[in-house]
T-cell receptor, first 118, second 109 residues
């Protein structure tokens, strides 16, 4: 149980275009989902918290107009990288926690999306 | 916010060896997770361990919450254990999860 599906797994796009990444909780509902970014040989850095039915909460230094987050349902959150540039190339990973457990339950992660902007 | 330190940063083992990875954190936590990130980037949930000891095959973990550390034990290491091991703890009042810098493990055949 507790599967998080993330698509696409890999995407290459041209500079200036937008890319949408989907994150779905397959067998549980998640009021909140989290988006992380990971640069090569570094740890995971939290970008934003996606809240179902309301605005996302962004971490300091993350541009909300560049990284658009939509959490339309209890099982789906999307991250859109707008006007992508080569420096946005990174590994993006989403995660979710079963809403029934709230803070005291494990985080479950998708398999990540490797974005390359040329 | 909470600080998370992992040690060692890098570790090379001969297949069959045992190892202990450590995670120190600067504030009280009510949960802690250990993850293994394989070479393809997938994060595998190893343990959810707010306190006490858990075992799963060759892996076990112990968290001593009062002393603000957790240990991950790998016994009889295999090449497939290679990758990065992260511990993660809650921050921001328990809502967000923050990762340590990780321990990069390479197991030689």
């Amino acid at each position: 149980g507790a599967v998080v599906s993330q698509h696409p797994s890999r995407v290459i796009c041209k500079s200036g275009t937008s890319v949408k990444i989907e994150c779905r909780s397959l067998d549980f509902q998640a009021t909140t989902m989290f988006w992380y970014r990971q640069f090569p040989k570094q740890s995971l850095m939290l970008m934003a918290t996606s809240n179902e039915g309301s605005k996302a909460t962004y971490e300091q230094g993350v541009e909300k107009d560049k990284f658009l987050i939509n959490h339309a349902s209890l099982t789906l959150s999307t991250l859109t990288v707008t006007s992508a540039h080569p420096e946005d190339s990174s590994f993006y990973i989403c995660s979710a926690r079963d809403r029934r457990g709230e803070y005291n339950s494990p985080l479950h992660f998708g398999n990540g999306t490797r974005l390359t902007v040329t | 916010g909470i600080q998370v330190e992992q040690s060692p940063p890098d570790l090379i083992l001969q297949e069959g060896a045992n190892s202990t990875l450590r995670c120190n954190f600067s504030d009280s936590v009510n949960n802690l997770q250990w993850f293994h990130q394989n070479p393809w980037g997938q994060l595998i949930n190893l343990f959810y361990i707010p306190s006490g000891t858990k075992q799963n095959g060759r892996l076990s973990a112990t968290t001593v919450a009062t002393e603000r550390y957790s240990l991950l034990y790998i016994s009889s290491s295999q090449t497939t254990d290679s990758g990065v091991y992260f511990c993660a703890v809650p921050d921001g009042g328990g809502f967000k999860t923050i990762f340590g810098a990780g321990t990069r493990l390479f197991v030689k055949a």
